[in-house]
């Protein structure tokens, strides 16, 4: 497989979801990279280079039709399933929610059609009452037997919702039973080894960030 670098790999991945999007609308037709300059503010150069970094010939089948208007555009029944294999989403893959107050609860019976790779395997939560009360398609555990069931089910993704004093030790604990990536939304620095990926979710962050994308623009020139 031709190494592709991180940003491509995030830029493949917000085109996959422009592409599910557009399949969804009920529209059949072809998207050009012009249409996707437009919904990205990605140059459409930089579009057709992370396209390239796929398998050629199934690019080539995917890029045969037209769009309206004549332009050559990328089949979204073709590319999607594409760039998933390139992604390594293809295959099923289980997570779990640690911590169910109103935030991870939220996620329980959060199932996107886009996310069907994904398995809601078990929610876990140290109130053993909320546990119970709790309406979920998925089973539910008090925190003490969340080893026994990661390892027993083979999940592989904890979304961790507990509150940042007991979110490091809720990660140790869920990478010492298998855990092999972590969707943090506690906000608090994460340590845990290399090979657990971590990605994290603050929205303060994320406010930040997008003051400062704000504060940019109005400087420009």
């Known amino acids: 497989m031709t190494n592709i670098s991180g940003r491509a790999k995030e830029r493949l991945l917000q085109l996959m979801l422009i592409l599910e999007q557009h399949r969804q609308t009920g529209n059949s037709g072809p998207v050009t990279s012009a249409q996707a300059e437009q919904?990205?503010?990605?140059?459409?150069?930089?579009?057709?280079k992370d396209i390239s970094c796929l398998?050629?010939?199934?690019?080539?089948?995917a890029a045969g039709n037209s769009a309206p208007g004549g332009h050559t555009g990328y089949d979204p029944e073709?590319?999607?399933p594409l760039i998933k294999n390139v992604l390594g989403l293809s295959s099923k893959r289980k997570f779990c929610v640690v911590g169910l107050g109103r935030l991870g609860s939220a996620y329980l019976n959060f199932s996107p059609p886009e996310l069907a790779e994904f398995e809601l395997a078990a929610g876990f939560d140290t109130?053993?009452?909320?546990?119970?009360?709790l309406r979920s398609s998925s089973p539910l555990y008090p925190a003490y037997k969340l080893a026994e069931v990661i390892s027993r089910f083979t999940i592989e993704i904890a979304l961790i919702c507990v509150p940042a004093n007991a979110a490091q030790a809720t990660a140790e604990k869920c990478a010492?039973?298998?855990i092999r990536g972590i969707l943090n939304f506690?906000?608090?620095?994460?340590?845990?080894?290399?090979?657990?990926?971590?990605?994290?979710?603050?929205?303060?962050?994320?406010?930040?960030?997008?003051?400062?994308?704000?504060?940019?623009?109005?400087y420009e020139v």
């Open 55 to 61: 398998s050629h010939s199934a690019v080539m089948m």
């Open 186 to 218: 506690a906000p608090v620095a994460l340590s845990l080894p290399p090979e657990v990926a971590v990605r994290n979710v603050y929205i303060a962050d994320e406010l930040r960030s997008l003051a400062i994308k704000l504060n940019g623009k109005r």
């Open 39 to 48: 919904l990205t503010g990605w140059p459409r150069d930089t579009i057709r």
């Open 78 to 80: 073709i590319l999607i």
């Open 127 to 133: 109130n053993v009452n909320r546990v119970e009360m």
């Open 176 to 178: 010492a039973a298998g």
